[in-house]
């Protein structure tokens, strides 16, 4: 599985935008990210259980992954058109902010060493990938537990605060200052 400190993979795929048929559908590729902060969340399959509760808190969080300028992106191994009949199916997901991304090749699922070999899909993993398109965290969740798109965020002020930060730590709270911590000893 790749890690922090390695380059994201170069990919290529067809994003779900919309449930209008007529614009539903637009490539997405690594060069899309080039410059920018990114959030990559990978579910193990559409028309399931946990994976709506995790991608409709995601999407809640959209505006605050903006605002940090991140984009925030999801991922199956499921096609595009099968994202837009369950965007459509589930009431939930139809005004979706973030593109579903359709790893239907499994090309980027491989590269990042996230297909569970038991299940033949993703395991719940996430990505969070700098500017210069190097991974400073990944998570990985079994298939059975959902994450904290909470906790992805808090990772992220952290990661872009360039700062020590403590456990727990939260955005606006002081971050650790190794001189002035060695003062004290």
Same mark, same amino acid.
């Given at each position: 599985?790749?890690?922090? +400190?390695?380059?994201?993979? /170069?990919?290529?795929?067809?994003?779900? !935008?919309?449930?209008?048929?007529?614009?539903?559908?637009?490539?997405?590729?690594?060069?899309? @990210?080039?410059? %920018? #902060? &990114?959030?990559? *969340? *990978? #579910?193990?399959?559409?028309?399931?259980?946990?994976?709506?509760? /995790?991608?409709?808190?995601?999407?809640? @969080?959209? $505006?605050?992954?903006?605002?940090?300028?991140?984009?925030? @992106?999801?991922?199956?191994?499921?096609?595009?058109?099968?994202?837009?009949?369950?965007?459509?199916?589930?009431?939930?997901?139809?005004? =979706? %902010?973030?593109?579903?991304?359709?790893?239907?090749?499994?090309? =980027?699922? $491989?590269?990042?060493?996230?297909?569970?070999?038991?299940? +033949?899909?993703?395991?719940?993993?996430?990505?969070?990938?700098?500017?210069?398109?190097?991974?400073?965290?990944?998570? !990985?969740?079994?298939?059975?537990?959902?994450?904290?798109?909470? /906790?992805?965020?808090?990772?992220?002020?952290?990661?872009?605060?360039?700062?020590?930060?403590?456990?727990? #730590?939260?955005?606006?709270?002081?971050?650790?200052? !190794?001189?002035? /911590?060695? &003062?004290?000893?």
């Amino acid at each position: 599985m790749l890690t922090v +400190g390695q380059k994201i993979p /170069e990919f290529s795929l067809t994003a779900t !935008v919309d449930t209008d048929p007529e614009k539903a559908f637009k490539p997405f590729s690594s060069k899309d @990210l080039e410059g %920018k #902060w &990114a959030v990559l *969340f *990978f #579910w193990p399959k559409d028309f399931t259980f946990i994976c709506p509760t /995790e991608i409709v808190a995601y999407d809640k @969080l959209h $505006n605050d992954f903006a605002d940090r300028d991140c984009l925030l @992106l999801g991922a199956s191994v499921d096609s595009e058109f099968v994202h837009l009949a369950w965007r459509k199916h589930k009431d939930d997901l139809a005004n =979706l %902010k973030m593109p579903m991304l359709a790893d239907v090749r499994r090309d =980027l699922s $491989n590269a990042l060493g996230i297909i569970s070999p038991a299940e +033949g899909v993703t395991y719940r993993a996430t990505f969070i990938i700098d500017n210069a398109g190097v991974i400073r965290h990944v998570s !990985v969740n079994d298939l059975s537990v959902g994450r904290n798109p909470q /906790e992805t965020l808090r990772i992220l002020d952290a990661l872009q605060s360039d700062e020590l930060c403590p456990c727990n #730590w939260n955005k606006g709270e002081d971050t650790i200052n !190794v001189t002035s /911590e060695m &003062a004290t000893l």
